[in-house]
């Protein structure tokens, strides 16, 4: 009998909704998972009433926010429930952190759901070595895998030597309005700057129509865009560049260095360990709380610098999605084992 042949059939469901046709966090989870993982998506009637060995959360605010103040309420009341039967099943929590803090306060009420989360979650994975824990807590560290094999990211436009890019989604936080301002200093006309993603509210949207109105060097499209468009988007590039004003884990900065693009992000513990894992010529970084003109043109000699000398590809071995697959697996046995929760029957 084979190792394979003793792998118990684990059922996790994740914090996460369906796949919709575009590449999200789920698509990977489930295109990971190995024979013996079998990944459920998020309902709350699910979470309350169905059958699952593991729950496994990712962003837990999404789960007590609700577009009204009454379907709010109603979450966090369900958040309480799904809890207490998690508890009183043996079922293990497993919370991945990617982010520190949510990006937006959600009041009190939220924070003390938040800690209780916390408190109450038996495995906590890590994206990068870097993410502080709750002291005492267990945890495992599995890097957020690449988008190298995703056929929708396989682009032969040619690259535009000149193109700047941002894209995701634009809130206020990502500071594109910080890049819009540096990009207008340089005062060049060899550069060109693209913005693209979905703004949060109108006012963005007018702030960077204006840009693009005042410079024709930059130019925008403003919304949710399909994977195969954000792909060639981003092979245009000649550098990404990703402003924010805080950024813990990037998904985004992932998705560019697997299509081979550098970047440009905010000088971070967690960047700069990916700078050291890539290799050189691929993750640039600024110190200041905001990027200004002189460090955009410090950066721009930099990479016209290190084109001539950059390895082809950066190194992204440690990220490859099988692997991540198996890490998820392993760490949901572990827990399975130590709880002694796959003797009692899924209820």
Known sequence: MTETDLRPRITVLHALGKPDGTTRYVDHMIDSAPEELKVETFSWTEALFGRYDVFHIH?????????????????KLMFLMLVARL?????????????????EDGGAAEGALLSLCDSVTNGFVR????????????STTIPHGHYK?????????PQDPTRLLYFGLIRPYKGVDDLLQAFAELESDDLSLRVVGK???????????QATESDNNISCRLEFLPDTDLGEEIAQAM???????EMHNSGSTILALSMARPVLVPSTPVNRALKDEVGPGWVYLYD????????????????DTDRLTRSGEPNLSDRDWGTVGERHYALYRELLTAGGSKSRARV
């Open 59 to 75: 962003w837990p605010e999404n789960l007590l926010r609700g577009r009204r103040r009454g379907a709010g309420a109603l979450k």
């Open 87 to 103: 508890r009183i099943t043996g079922r293990p929590i497993v919370r991945t952190v990617h982010n520190l803090d949510p990006h």
């Open 127 to 138: 994206l990068n070595t870097t993410t502080q824990l709750p002291e005492g807590s267990s």
């Open 149 to 157: 094999d995703r056929p929708e990211y396989q682009c032969s436009v």
């Open 199 to 209: 703004p949060q509210d109108a006012g963005l949207a007018a702030q960077i129509h």
């Open 239 to 245: 550098l990404v560049v990703l402003p924010y004003r």
């Open 288 to 303: 200041s709380p905001a990027l200004d003109s002189e460090t955009l043109r410090r950066i721009l000699h930099e990479v």
